[in-house]
Each structure stands twice: as structure tokens, then as C-alpha cells.
């Protein structure tokens, strides 16, 4: 019984410090290199050649050219899919929306989905024809 005990509370405490923001912004931290890009049904990656996104904290910073941004991150680990809200910068390239998406980490891969139209979150790692959402798949940058 004891045992028992010990082992759902550990199980507890693991849970909540998986779900902890602060800590899986730490595990978001660092410089991202893109893999694959589709937006409504296609493929994009040619479109996003040289994207990388930095994540430091709660900000990040895209780097693509002229069509580089800035902003913030705010997730939630507790939700399912984890969930995160993209606030861009008021000049840039989404001026100033706060883009609602989904994200998972796994396997040393950071996938975002999100609504470039800031309509409504996205509840698939998906991005249909027809549609405004955006799938991004990342790998952390080795250089």
C-alpha cells in the first residue's frame, strides 16, 4: 500500500512539473531550423528556405528575410494538445495579432500549428485546403 502511495504521488509530482510553463519554455529554448511548412493543404517549405525561429523565455524572434518578426509565446502544457498563443509584433508581417495554435515537442522535433488568420485554435496537427492554418515542423539548430 505504502508503495502504492509513493508511486502515485511521484507520478503527481512528474505531471506537474511536465506541466509547469516556465519549465517547458526552457524546453522550447534555443534556435530552431525548419523541416516541413504547409499551409492550406501545400507544401511551403521552398517559400520558408532559411527560417529559423529563436526562442528565449516567453520571446521569440523569426528570422526569414524581410519577412522577419518578433513577439511573444504564451503556452499551456496542462491542455491536449498543449496549446500556444503567438503575439506578434504591431509592424510585422501578422501586425500585432495574437495567433492561437497547438505545439508538441517530441522526438527532438517542436511542431507548431496555428491560424494565420487568428479565427479560431486549430485541435489537429493539420493544415487542410481551404483553410488559413499553418504546420510547422522544427529541429534544433546543431551549429
Same mark, same amino acid.
Given at each position: 500500500m505504502f508503495r502504492a502511495a509513493v508511486a502515485v504521488l511521484g507520478f503527481a509530482a512528474a505531471v506537474a512539473f511536465a506541466a509547469d510553463p516556465k519549465e517547458e519554455l526552457k524546453a522550447l529554448e534555443g534556435v530552431w531550423v525548419l523541416d516541413a511548412a504547409t499551409l492550406a493543404g501545400r507544401d511551403h517549405l521552398d517559400d520558408f528556405e532559411g527560417f529559423k525561429l529563436? =526562442?528565449?523565455?516567453?520571446?521569440?524572434?523569426?528570422?526569414?528575410?524581410p519577412n522577419s518578426d518578433h513577439g511573444t509565446l504564451t503556452i499551456d502544457p496542462t491542455k491536449s494538445p498543449k496549446t500556444i498563443d503567438i503575439t506578434t509584433r504591431k509592424d510585422g508581417p501578422f501586425k500585432g495579432r495574437t495567433l492561437p495554435g497547438i505545439y508538441e515537442l517530441k522526438d527532438g522535433k517542436?511542431? =507548431?500549428?496555428?491560424d494565420s488568420e487568428a479565427k479560431a485554435r486549430p485541435t489537429a496537427f493539420e493544415a487542410k485546403a481551404k483553410t488559413t492554418v499553418m504546420l510547422f515542423t522544427l529541429r534544433r539548430d546543431k551549429k
Open positions: 529563436t =526562442i528565449t523565455g516567453e520571446k521569440y524572434t523569426i528570422d526569414l528575410g517542436l511542431i =507548431i500549428c496555428c
